[in-house]
């Protein structure tokens, strides 16, 4: 056998059991916050290993994920035997929902440029739950009428402006609308208006989700504001979709499960009544077409809540805060039976309000 053959037997036995092996390893990625809401930055890492046989050139591609704001990143290098990556970079997800975190690929190739290869990385790349966004700008009222039949509390829930206790003494903060002047005469000193507090036995939220993505994503974020006050007041909610239902409970851990439920909150095509709620819990049904069904699902509920309100959106959206009136064009069919329906729903304890594309979210 000549030298060249040698030569060229050598090389091929060489590729053989060389490139089998060739950049095999694995990869994770993570971030320190799993969790959080959309539009908020957060950290990644990914850390990547592999393997070369033989001297070679590797070039690593992270891959893109636009729904995660993560435009992708790249690295290359030369290496030879165990060879470790780590790269970090930032996400700012655009929209609510459970995602995986984009992995990487591997491409190796030796130092002759004889052969090339992507490489798959096997290993773990995490999953992280987008929040929808929460509005602490949401107005006071929005919180007070829904919850205004709870029972008198000491200091715990909401201020009830219907309820007069009595005035006593300016402390600094006060709001000056609530001077009273004619006590403020009579005493000599300034007075303010005290109101009664309020508190429900819990709230519970439901969401028809019937209706286009960006309705979707508006009553996620209507319904995880709420949540986040009234849980801030102390009080319990609880959160029911189709497919998904948990009762009224405060604390970290129940609204982390009910942020984590509304980031997965999807359309269904069948409509469905709001499940009966909890003796004295105040009943919140968010809705776009306001079905027959849950229209009668809200009238059933009345029966064991303390207070029914029925929230329709007929354009799907709600006006953050911010944000200006956009254009109102005609009544759906189900607008039409609602508002027909009006009179009758609220004499049987069922409280409707509607808004427009132009309304902002306010209670009177």
Do not use: C
């Not at 694995?26 to 969790?35: A, D, E, K, L």
């Not at 290098?77 to 970079?89: D, E, F, I, P, T």
């Not at 602490?136 to 402006?161: N, Y």
């Amino acid at each position: 056998m000549s030298a060249a053959l040698l030569l060229v037997a050598l090389a091929v036995l060489v590729l053989l059991v060389v490139l089998p092996g060739f950049g095999t390893g694995g990869q994770r990625v993570r971030t320190t916050r799993p969790h959080g809401a959309a539009g908020r930055e957060r950290p990644l890492e990914l850390e990547a290993e592999f393997y070369l046989p033989l001297p070679g050139i590797w070039r690593l591609e992270w891959k893109a994920a636009p729904r995660l704001g993560f435009s992708g990143l790249q690295a290359a290098g030369l290496g030879w035997g165990r060879v470790s990556v780590r790269l970090s970079a930032g996400i700012e997800p655009r929209r609510r929902g459970e995602f995986a975190l984009p992995g990487a690929r591997l491409f190796v190739r030796d130092v002759l440029g004889v052969f090339e290869r992507e490489v798959r990385l096997d290993g773990e790349t995490g999953r992280i739950y987008v929040y929808p966004r929460f509005w602490e700008q949401l107005p006071p009222e929005l919180a007070l009428t829904l919850l205004a039949e709870g029972p008198e509390s000491p200091r715990v829930g909401l201020e009830d402006a219907s309820r007069y206790r009595g005035a006593r003494e300016y402390r600094p903060g006060d709001a000056l609308r609530r001077i009273h002047w004619k006590a403020t005469a009579r005493r000599g000193e300034l007075m303010v208006r005290e109101f009664s507090w309020v508190r429900a036995t819990g709230v519970w939220i439901y969401i028809d989700p019937r209706g286009s993505e960006v309705y979707l994503d508006h009553m996620a974020e209507l319904a995880a504001s709420l949540a986040v006050r009234w849980m801030d007041m102390g009080l319990s909610v609880g959160l029911a979709y189709p497919g998904f239902k948990q009762e009224p409970a405060r604390g970290l851990e129940a609204l982390r499960t009910m942020l984590a439920a509304l980031a997965r909150l999807e359309s269904v095509e069948a409509a469905s009544a709001p499940p009966l709620p909890p003796p004295g819990v105040n009943l919140i049904v968010l809705t776009q077409e306001a079905p027959p069904a849950v229209i009668e699902g809200a009238l059933a509920a009345r029966a064991r809540a303390a207070r029914v309100h029925l929230l329709a959106f007929p354009e799907g959206f709600f006006l953050r805060p911010g944000e200006k009136g956009r254009p109102v064009w005609g009544r759906t069919e189900g607008m039409v039976r609602l508002q027909q329906r009006r009179g009758l729903l609220h004499a049987e304890g069922v409280h409707v309000h509607v808004f427009r594309g132009n309304d902002p979210v306010r209670f009177g």
